[in-house]
Structure formats: C-alpha cells, structure tokens
C-alpha cells in the first residue's frame, strides 16, 4: 500500500462510475471521464488516519455510554423498584432518570454538532491534499 | 361534525393542495421526485423528520397512554427519542455521503450486487407495508372517532389525499406538509400544556400531587409496572425502539433531500428537540386527562385512549380547541402515510425497475413514470390491506416495523460502513436472518396468538413468548452478517477503502 503520497496527486487507478463534478480539481482521464482517485492512498494518508482515530475516540465511548444508560434503566424499571422512590414531593426517580435521558440525547447531540465541525475541517483539508475540493463538487 | 371542524379541516386540506401545485410545477426529475432537488436546510428537514416521525399513535396514542397508564405511557417515547443518537452517530452521515434516493444505494455502493440490492428493497418495503397498515387502520378509525366519517371512507380519504400529495409533487409536496404538520402539532401541544399547566399554577410538583389521586391506580400511576409487567418483553421492545430508527426507511429517505453531511447532522439537531419537546408536552397532556377529563370518561370513548387528548382540548377549551386538535391529528396522519408512500416508492421503482432489471440504464421519463406508478401502486396496495385488516389488532404492526428496521436493516447499515472483511454474502445473510427471523417469531408470539378469539389474528396459545422478538432477532442479524461473512471466500477490502473515505470525508459523490 502506498504510504507516500500525502500531498501529491491523486492517481487515477480505476475508471469507473460517473461523476457529477464536472470542472473539478480530480484528475480527470481522456474525453471529460472522471476517473476515482487512489482510494487505498487517501485512506493510508497521515490526515485520514487521524480524523478516523479522533473519530473513533470520540464516537466509540459516546455510543457505550448513551446505549449503556438506557439499556441501565430499561433493566432497572424492569426489574426492580429502585426508582419508585420519592424524589421531590410526588416525583419519583423514575422521572429524573427519563427526564435524565432525554437531556443526555440533547447534550450529546450539541456536543456532536461542535466535534464534528472538527471532523469536517480535518476531511476538507485531507481531500484538498489530494485536489479534491468538496465545494467544488457538489 | 360541527362546522368549525369542517371549516378548520378543509383549510388544512385546501392549504395541503396548494402546496402540492406549487411543488408539482418543481417537480420534474426524479431527483426531485425522490429527493426534493437535495436542496432542503437543516432546520426544514428537521422539522419534516419531526413531521414524518410523529404519527397520530405518538401524539393522540401517547397522551391517552399516560392518562390511562401514567408512567408506562411514557416509557416508549424515551426509546423513540434516544433513538436519535443512533440515527446520528452512526447512519446519517455516511448515508448523505454514500447514498442517492434509498438504503439499497448507500449499501451498494460497497457492493455492486443486484442480490443485495435486491434484499435491501425487500426489507425497506415490508417494513414499509407493515407501518402503512398500521398508520392506515388506525388512522381510519381516529378520523371515524374524530369526525363520525365511516371507517372506508375515512381510509379512502386519507389514501386519495397521500396519493395526490406524492403522485404529483413528490419529495417537495411532502416534505412541506410535513413541515407545517410539524408546525401544526407543536401549536397545538403548546395550547393544551399551557391551558394544563395554568390549571396546576405552573407548579409540576403541584401536577404530580394531583394525578397521584386522580386515578384508579392512585400512586402507582407514577410509577414503572401499571402496563407492562414481563420485564423481558419490556426490554425486548424497548431495544426494537432505540435500534429501529435508525432502518427506518422513511426516516432514512429524508437524508437524501439535503446537500451535504453537515446538514444531514443539523437536521437530526432539530429533529431531537422537536421530537423531544414534544414527549415532553405529552406529559402534560396525558396528566391533563387524566386530571380533568378522568380515566372512565377517556375509556368509555375509546377503549385505547385515543381520544384523551381532544376530550382535555374539549374540557380547557371548548369545540373550537377540540376541532383544531382534531384537524391536527388528521394533518398528522396525512404526513406520515405520504412518506410512506414516497419510500416505498423508491424501493420498487428505483431499486427494483430502475438499478435491478433496468440494469440502471432506464431513461430519465422511464424513471419518472415508473416511480409514478410505484406511487400509486403502493397507495392502492396499502389503502386494500387497510381495508381487509379493519377488524384486526395491527397495533402492533408499528413495533415489529421497528423490530425489522433494527434487525434487518441496521446490521448490514453499520457492517457497510465500519466492517472491513464485511463482504455480499454477509450482506445477504445479515438482511435475511434479520428480516425472516423477525417475521417467523412475531407470527408465533402473543401479538399474533392469542388464546382468546379475537384478541389476535390466529386464535392459539402463542408459541414464541414476548410480544416483540426485537431481543432475538436483532442479535440474530448481527450474527448472521458476521457468519455469512466468514463462510464465503469473497473480499471486496478494496472497495472497502472507497466506502470508507467517501462515507467519512463527503468527498467523490456519486451522483
């Protein structure tokens, strides 16, 4: 796998499918063809591994813990009476762990939406590596 | 019928056609027939993901659930909202980025296999009809109950008015009815809450304190355990909820109508607090009724609850408030089952005419009648299995819509995008021990068999013990991906690369 070609031009290997970009930075074969570019070397790239790994570390321990919870108080209801006590007045707990979830899915989403501009800017600039300009192309 | 309820409906049916006019006018490839043009923004998409996921269950089901059942009429929403983060994290932006008009797109653009084309589209359509049935006999009889229309017609008009929708403007049409059914449901969940809350002085604590002595379950209503006491079956369910989301065909579809994963993910944003917002008002509603409108009056109209929500608009505000909520149940009905219709659409006209036996060669006209036709077809397929299945307990119909979405569809979703030796065999194995395992269970458990003649279809003592089979046959998809994997000798780890770039960076689009 070709480890070398950050920052050089993207080859064309296969020719295949159609591309809408027309007019793009993509290398481009004989009479207006778009051919793809180096798949393996993009995804060997330095800036894609590392958005991949940024990626994962944030996703991997966000998906255990929101899947974790709710599985948690799925099973809790189910099972057991824990939750049925008073927290204020009439509220039981059960409301403050629903109610609970819900703010998690909120938080986690605008927490997302701030971490992925990240992502997106670390993609633009790896597919700009290879010539490949994402505004350009759509 | 009074006449404001007529008034209020016509202005809903007669603003829905306009639309329809003006979008048709736009509507004249089948990227816009499909997709709206991908021209749709965040917060429009949002809101229509808000429109398409909201059915009448949620908004007038929910209310009349926790009326009767306090808590345990709660509980689904939390899945239905947690949902989202799967949606999120995991399928809507590699969908954006690999897909055009459906699920059977994104997963081929890993593999150039008709076979698994093919099965995504079988999934996507059962699923589909099995949603719409549901929609359709339950939307049948709310808008009998609602407005004293007869079951047939009530089901014909709603089929007349989804077809008219999609048939003509397409993506658009439906997208913006709805956006303002969105609109429409949340004014109207305002309205009560605040009407219910003013009752209560604004005090939620003063709310508890009341309904904890208003119902026949006294205390007990605030708790987990009036309604669903097989702890398994609860959790069976509830995981068929947080999985299914995300394989849902009509949600997933929305994705294909904005331009880029950045939007895909402000779309979600909206989605969740719309969708999330609005769990929370039922709460208030359901509390309302059961506050001020009392569990015998909200039985004895409707066995199932369905009507808690428009008797409190009754109670607080009178005919003209119980005639609005009841017009804005009827625009909810219109929204769901319209975006039904366009993705079970897709599956047949683009997946199967188009890509399997027009080998994607169809011209553009060909695509567009084609897509047509699928319209009508499956409008006219669900509006007669609707009929046929009036007298049938398809309650449950939306469950195991979910538990196939979970089973079927989101195991070979997340081994498209992140499994490397993940190849077409595992692909095939995946959908169909997903899908088959799902349907077998469901037809021997208590949904389907029922001792009692009449609680369910096959009269019987159920074979298969929990009413959903999401515990099983979930787990069972992600193992058949994985074993149909490693028995076949294919690799497709090259095209592998391709997916992955594409699906993580948004560039090289294949359009």
């Given at each position: 796998?070709?480890?070398?070609?950050?920052?050089?031009?993207?080859?064309?290997?296969?020719?295949?499918?159609?591309?809408?970009?027309?007019?793009?930075?993509?290398?481009?074969?004989?009479?207006?063809?778009?051919?793809?570019?180096?798949?393996?070397?993009?995804?060997?790239?330095?800036?894609?591994?590392?958005?991949?790994?940024?990626?994962?570390?944030f996703l991997i321990p966000v998906i255990a813990l929101f899947l974790g919870l709710y599985l948690l108080f799925n099973f809790v209801?189910?099972?057991?009476?824990?939750?049925?006590?008073?927290?204020?007045?009439?509220?039981?707990?059960?409301?403050?762990f629903?109610?609970g979830l819900f703010?998690m899915t909120?938080i986690l989403v605008?927490?997302y939406?701030?971490?992925?501009?990240?992502?997106?800017?670390?993609?633009?600039?790896?597919?700009?590596?290879?010539?490949?300009?994402?505004?350009?192309?759509? | 019928?009074?006449?404001?309820?007529?008034?209020?409906?016509?202005?809903?049916?007669?603003?829905?056609?306009?639309?329809?006019?003006?979008?048709?006018?736009?509507?004249?490839?089948?990227?816009?027939?499909?997709?709206?043009?991908?021209?749709?923004?965040?917060?429009?998409?949002?809101?229509?993901?808000?429109?398409?996921?909201?059915?009448?269950?949620?908004?007038?089901?929910?209310?009349?659930?926790?009326?009767?059942?306090?808590?345990?009429?709660?509980?689904?929403?939390i899945g239905y909202l947690v949902a989202y983060l799967v949606v999120l994290f995991v399928v809507?932006?590699?969908?954006?980025?690999?897909?055009?008009?459906?699920?059977?797109?994104?997963?081929?653009?890993?593999?150039?296999?008709?076979?698994?084309?093919?099965?995504?589209?079988?999934?996507?359509?059962?699923?589909?009809?099995?949603?719409?049935?549901?929609?359709?006999?339950?939307?049948?009889?709310?808008?009998?109950?609602?407005?004293?229309?007869?079951?047939?017609?009530?089901?014909?008009?709603?089929?007349?008015?989804?077809?008219?929708?999609?048939?003509?403007?397409?993506?658009?049409?439906?997208?913006?009815?709805?956006?303002?059914?969105?609109?429409?449901?949340?004014?109207?969940?305002?309205?009560?809450?605040?009407?219910?809350?003013?009752?209560?002085?604004?005090?939620?604590?003063?709310?508890?304190?009341?309904?904890?002595?208003?119902?026949?379950?006294?205390?007990?209503?605030?708790?987990?355990?009036?309604?669903?006491?097989?702890?398994?079956?609860?959790i069976s369910l509830m995981l068929a909820l947080v999985l299914g989301t995300a394989g849902?065909?009509?949600?997933?579809?929305?994705?294909?109508?904005?331009?880029?994963?950045?939007?895909?993910?402000?779309?979600?944003?909206?989605?969740?607090?719309?969708?999330?917002?609005?769990?929370?008002?039922?709460?208030?509603?359901?509390?309302?009724?059961?506050?001020?409108?009392?569990?015998?009056?909200?039985?004895?109209?409707?066995?199932?609850?369905?009507?808690?929500?428009?008797?409190?608009?009754?109670?607080?505000?009178?005919?003209?408030?119980?005639?609005?909520?009841?017009?804005?149940?009827?625009?909810?009905?219109?929204?769901?089952?319209?975006?039904?219709?366009?993705?079970?659409?897709?599956?047949?006209?683009?997946?199967?005419?188009?890509?399997?036996?027009?080998?994607?060669?169809?011209?553009?006209?060909?695509?567009?009648?084609?897509?047509?036709?699928?319209?009508?077809?499956?409008?006219?397929?669900?509006?007669?299995?609707?009929?046929?299945?009036?007298?049938?307990?398809?309650?449950?119909?939306?469950?195991?819509?979910?538990?196939?979405?979970a089973?079927?569809?989101l195991p070979?979703i997340v081994?498209?995008?992140f499994?490397?030796?993940?190849?077409?065999?595992?692909?095939?194995?995946?959908?169909?021990?997903?899908?088959?395992?799902?349907?077998?269970?469901?037809?021997?458990?208590?949904?389907?068999?029922?001792?009692?003649?009449?609680?369910?279809?096959?009269?019987?003592?159920?074979?298969?013990?929990?009413?959903?089979?999401a515990i099983?046959?979930i787990p069972?998809?992600f193992?058949?991906?994985?074993?149909?994997?490693?028995?076949?000798?294919?690799?497709?780890?090259?095209?592998?690369?391709?997916?992955?770039?594409?699906?993580?960076?948004?560039?090289?689009?294949?359009?």
């Amino acid at each position: 796998m070709a480890k070398t070609v950050a920052g050089g031009k993207a080859r064309a290997v296969q020719a295949k499918g159609k591309n809408r970009g027309e007019g793009s930075g993509t290398v481009k074969g004989e009479a207006g063809k778009e051919n793809l570019p180096d798949f393996d070397a993009i995804e060997a790239s330095a800036g894609f591994r590392d958005l991949m790994k940024k990626k994962k570390a944030f996703l991997i321990p966000v998906i255990a813990l929101f899947l974790g919870l709710y599985l948690l108080f799925n099973f809790v209801i189910s099972y057991t009476d824990w939750l049925d006590q008073a927290f204020v007045g009439d509220i039981t707990w059960v409301w403050v762990f629903a109610f609970g979830l819900f703010a998690m899915t909120w938080i986690l989403v605008t927490v997302y939406m701030k971490r992925a501009e990240k992502f997106d800017d670390m993609a633009t600039k790896t597919l700009k590596e290879f010539n490949y300009d994402k505004e350009e192309n759509r | 019928m009074n006449a404001t309820v007529i008034i209020i409906f016509l202005i809903i049916v007669a603003m829905t056609l306009v639309i329809t006019y003006f979008a048709a006018k736009r509507t004249n490839t089948t990227s816009d027939f499909y997709t709206a043009g991908g021209g749709l923004t965040g917060w429009q998409n949002g809101m229509a993901i808000a429109g398409d996921y909201l059915s009448a269950a949620s908004f007038l089901g929910i209310a009349g659930s926790i009326a009767l059942f306090g808590f345990d009429g709660f509980l689904f929403s939390i899945g239905y909202l947690v949902a989202y983060l799967v949606v999120l994290f995991v399928v809507a932006e590699p969908l954006r980025n690999l897909g055009k008009f459906t699920l059977a797109d994104m997963i081929n653009a890993r593999f150039n296999a008709k076979k698994v084309r093919g099965a995504a589209a079988l999934s996507s359509i059962t699923i589909v009809i099995f949603y719409m049935i549901a929609q359709l006999v339950g939307a049948g009889a709310l808008i009998q109950l609602l407005f004293g229309i007869e079951y047939l017609w009530a089901v014909l008009l709603v089929g007349i008015m989804m077809t008219i929708y999609v048939l003509f403007g397409g993506m658009t049409a439906t997208s913006w009815v709805q956006i303002i059914k969105a609109v429409l449901l949340m004014v109207g969940t305002v309205i009560l809450s605040f009407l219910v809350l003013q009752r209560f002085d604004f005090s939620i604590l003063e709310m508890f304190a009341q309904v904890k002595t208003a119902t026949p379950h006294g205390e007990a209503f605030l708790n987990p355990g009036v309604r669903y006491k097989i702890p398994l079956d609860t959790i069976s369910l509830m995981l068929a909820l947080v999985l299914g989301t995300a394989g849902l065909p009509h949600i997933l579809m929305r994705f294909f109508t904005v331009r880029d994963a950045k939007t895909a993910r402000s779309s979600v944003m909206w989605a969740t607090w719309i969708v999330g917002i609005f769990y929370v008002m039922t709460i208030f509603l359901g509390f309302g009724a059961a506050a001020f409108v009392g569990s015998e009056t909200i039985i004895s109209t409707n066995a199932a609850g369905n009507m808690a929500a428009p008797l409190l608009a009754q109670a607080l505000g009178g005919d003209i408030l119980m005639s609005f909520i009841s017009a804005v149940a009827f625009a909810t009905i219109l929204a769901v089952v319209a975006g039904l219709v366009l993705s079970g659409a897709s599956a047949f006209a683009h997946d199967i005419y188009g890509q399997i036996i027009k080998k994607g060669k169809a011209t553009e006209r060909q695509q567009m009648l084609a897509a047509r036709y699928a319209s009508v077809g499956v409008a006219a397929l669900s509006i007669l299995l609707a009929v046929f299945a009036q007298s049938l307990n398809v309650a449950f119909l939306v469950s195991l819509a979910f538990c196939i979405a979970a089973s079927a569809n989101l195991p070979v979703i997340v081994y498209t995008i992140f499994w490397k030796k993940f190849n077409t065999t595992g692909a095939m194995a995946a959908i169909f021990t997903g899908l088959i395992s799902a349907l077998v269970l469901v037809s021997i458990s208590p949904s389907v068999m029922n001792p009692e003649a009449g609680a369910a279809i096959i009269t019987g003592t159920p074979i298969f013990p929990l009413t959903n089979p999401a515990i099983v046959s979930i787990p069972l998809g992600f193992i058949g991906g994985v074993v149909g994997t490693l028995l076949s000798k294919e690799s497709d780890v090259r095209k592998y690369s391709e997916v992955k770039v594409r699906a993580n960076t948004g560039g090289f689009r294949q359009l």
